[in-house]
Every structure is written in C-alpha cells, then in structure tokens.
C-alpha cells in the first residue's frame, strides 16, 4: 500500500468560485479516488488563499472586514465537496492558526537565504508577483491583461539564484516530474533566462494590516505565495504535530500537485527552492492543466459569462458536469464549454449512450431472471483490452473516458447484432453484457461515482450471479 499525497492550488477568495475550479477540483479527485481504488493510502487536500492584497481591496470596494470576506467566501469552497462530490480528506484555510504557525516555521528554516533590501518594481496584485519588464505584454501583465503597479519599499528577499542550476538539473532529470512536457519546457526555458531573487515580504501598511507576520519582524508580513505554498505541508500538520507530515510528505510514496498553468512556476521554482532552503523533501509530481473558455471568450465579470458551477449541477446534475469536464476539456490543455456543447455531449454520451444501453440491458435481465456471471472469452479478452488502455491512458482523463465510451459502443453494437429479444435463451448474451457493464461501473467510478454506485445497486451481483433489480434511469435525455 502505497502513501499517496494530493493536492489541489488552494484559491483566492475574493470572488465566487467558477468552472476553472471545478475542473481542477474534479481533477484531483479523480486522481485520489483512483488511487485509493487500487489500496493506496491518500491524503488529498484542498483549501483557500485568504492573505491576498486583493482580499484587502475587495473587502474595502465592499464596505466590510477582511476577516467577513474570506470567511463568506471561503465557505463557498468548501461548500463545492459535496455539490462536485469531492472526496479530499482536509481543506486548510491559511488564516487557520495551524497554517500561521507551519508558515513562520517555514520562513525561520529558510532564514539563511533571507535578506532586506530597497526594491523597486512593477506589481500585480492579481498575479500576488513583480514582473520584469520583458515579461509584460504591450505594458500589462501577461496573466490579467491589466496595468501593473509601481512599488517602492524595503522587503525581504529570497536567494534564488543559490537554487537555479539545482532546480534546473531536478526539473530535467524528472525527480520533479511536470505533466505535460511543454510545461515543463517552459519551466526550463524560463530558468535559462536567468533566474533572480524573489520578494518575500511586503510592508505591513501596505497590506492594511492583514497576512501573516515576519518572525522577528511585525513591520512586515510574509508574502503571500511564500505563505500559500506551505500549506501543502502546514495541513499535514508541519509546525505543529507532524505526524502526518512526516508519513505523506518526508516518507510519502507520492506527492502531487494539481494545478493551473498560470501558477506552474510559483511550483516548479519558487516551492522546490523554499524546500531546499528549509532542508525538507521535495513534491514529486506537478499536473499541469489548461484554462476553460466560455464560448470561446475568456471568463470575464465584465463579460458576464462566468459560469458558477454550483448553478450548472442545480440546472443538470453532479455527474454529468463532471463528465463533460473531465470528457470535452483535454486534461492538460485548454478547453471550451458552452451550454449547447454541453447539452449535447450529455445526451449523446450519457442519455443515449451509457444510460440507454444500461436501461435496455437491465430491463432484458430483469425480466430474464438470475443470470451467471459467466461470459465468454471474447468478452473477457474486449474488457480487459478496455482495463489495459484505462491504466496506460488513466491521467490523460477525457481519453480513458473515451475508451470506456468504445467498450459502450461495443456493447450496443452487440445487442444489435445479436438480437436478445428474438432468442430464446439469452443467458449467454445478458451474462456478456452483465459483465461487461459491471467492469464498466468499476471503470468510471473515479470519474462520476454516484452513477458507478447506481450501477452496481441495480446490477447487484451477489456470488458471481447478478440479480438485477431496475430502479431510476441513470441519465434521463435533456430536452
């Protein structure tokens, strides 16, 4: 059994959450139900991001504390576990003391590559970076499109020049593995035009008081993506008791992290270089996934076309949002979604696809009787066919699902072929098929799990004889 460590980027609370979140929620989880359907032990972990200069001004545009800020939204969050069906084990909050305490921990253990100097600099508050003026795009940050700001001040500085060669040679060799190989191209690219010292401070005034402060150093509070990366180790209880600390992160078997691409060099660089410094194990693994688009334009307020995906399982349901994320969006590259798109992926492929095909089977064996689990070797051979891609393809989502979809079509095309209703003795036919969408229920339960769970309650199988009992249809068609 092997100890498996998972996490999700942790969010700014600023706002609502929106369908990029889902997506990198549903992401994750699928990765930690996988694993532990194999008897891994797994620690999966989400949270929020609430030390951010934009909480500040969000909370000062509306009239109330920081403190009723992220608390209101970061409930929204968490709220996503049970309308996403997340199945993480903790969700840490960066305002939690446990996380003030692991986080001044970290920056004492890194203290000796910590130094205070005047800077200035162009900032984004949205990005929580300074940006070098050859990384802007026509003047504006290259993530947000918006003009960034000039600071003047005394901070702290990390020494990651000391870092660059050993980060470089970690990323090349994949003892830190970036999932897709152009992230991790990009990683390299961007650590062969020179790496410098980052900021990781910021004065007390200017972030109104709010964040965590400097060990030793009140006038300042620790930047925030200094203090938001540790939490993948402050919710394992470094700092504090370090039990779990010490099983999944210093003895764990696996440590990855799922993220978006615009935040892979706070990842690849920064967070191995603030482990090197403080003398604790590295991750091992960063998934790399691209944004959603609405209808081809980029989620925007001002658009109007941000999706809240609490909306979208109130108005479809859970399972068939996680499927079209998981299905439509590459797993590693940007994606669309429009309602039409996903109406029509949810009655093409789970209607009319997975949910008739299962309808029509059940209904036959219902009305058959008990049927052996007994299938013939060409099904045993097309179904572990299907088993074998699954686990070559698994991370690589929306084309696992695709195989599982072909194995569906299969089973379609079988009964077509074979015409059960016209025969006299289906036993052999409903055995095929019984088995068949038994391994599939077993297939998708990563992915949409309360329909794996709906499957195998009416398929209930009890000492290799299936006693089907039809209950609710799994997809009813969208009209």
Request: charged share 30%; net charge negative.
């Amino acid at each position: 059994m092997k100890k498996i460590f998972i996490s999700t980027a942790i969010d700014y609370v600023n706002g609502d959450p929106h369908l990029g979140h889902a997506l990198e929620k549903i992401q994750a989880d699928v990765i930690a139900r996988y694993h532990r359907s194999l008897g891994d032990e797994v620690f999966f972990l989400s949270g929020t991001d609430e030390n951010s200069l934009k909480n500040v001004q969000t909370a000062e545009k509306q009239k109330i504390s920081v403190k009723e800020l992220v608390d209101k939204n970061s409930q929204k969050f968490f709220d996503l576990k049970k309308s996403l069906n997340l199945s993480y084990d903790d969700f840490i909050r960066t305002t939690e003391q446990r996380h003030i305490t692991g986080a001044q921990k970290l920056w004492s253990l890194c203290e000796k590559d910590i130094y205070k100097k005047k800077y200035k600099g162009l900032y984004c508050v949205g990005c929580e970076e300074f940006y070098k003026e050859d990384e802007l795009e026509n003047g504006l940050c290259p993530e947000h499109k918006k003009p960034l700001e000039l600071i003047e001040e005394e901070n702290y500085f990390f020494k990651l020049e000391n870092y660059a060669d050993k980060i470089k040679d970690l990323i090349e060799k994949d003892i830190i593995k970036i999932i897709p190989q152009k992230r991790k191209n990009e990683i390299i690219s961007f650590i062969n035009s020179g790496l410098q010292d980052f900021c990781v401070s910021r004065l007390s005034e200017r972030a109104k008081g709010w964040g965590i402060d400097v060990p030793g150093d009140s006038t300042q509070k620790i930047w925030v993506w200094f203090d938001a990366l540790a939490n993948y180790i402050t919710a394992l209880g470094f700092g504090n008791n370090e039990e779990l600390f010490k099983k999944f992160w210093e003895n764990g078997d696996a440590k990855l992290h799922v993220i978006g691409k615009g935040i892979n060099r706070f990842h690849a660089i920064y967070w191995p270089a603030m482990l090197l410094s403080a003398g604790i194990t590295l991750p091992k693994t960063l998934f790399v996934h691209g944004y959603i688009t609405v209808n081809n334009q980029k989620m925007s307020k001002s658009i109007g076309n941000v999706i809240n995906p609490n909306d979208l399982v109130s108005k479809y349901n859970i399972d068939g949002v996680r499927y079209f994320l998981l299905r439509e969006i590459p797993a590693l590259d940007d994606g669309d979604f429009s309602y039409e798109k996903f109406e029509k992926r949810y009655n093409a492929d789970l209607a009319s696809g997975l949910g008739n095909l299962f309808s029509r089977v059940i209904a036959m064996a219902e009305k058959h009787g008990e049927v052996l689990n007994n299938p013939n070797q060409y099904t045993k051979k097309e179904v572990e066919n299907t088993w074998s891609k699954y686990r070559e393809k698994f991370v690589y989502f929306n084309e696992t699902l695709g195989e599982i979809w072909s194995l569906i079509s299969s089973c379609d095309k079988y009964i077509d072929e074979q015409k059960p209703w016209e025969k006299e003795d289906k036993e052999e036919i409903l055995s095929n098929l019984l088995f068949s969408l038994k391994n599939i229920a077993q297939m998708i339960e990563p992915f949409l799990p309360e329909t794996s769970k709906k499957m195998k309650e009416q398929l209930n199988e009890e000492n290799g004889v299936f006693k089907v009992e039809k209950k609710e249809s799994l997809f009813p068609k969208i009209l």
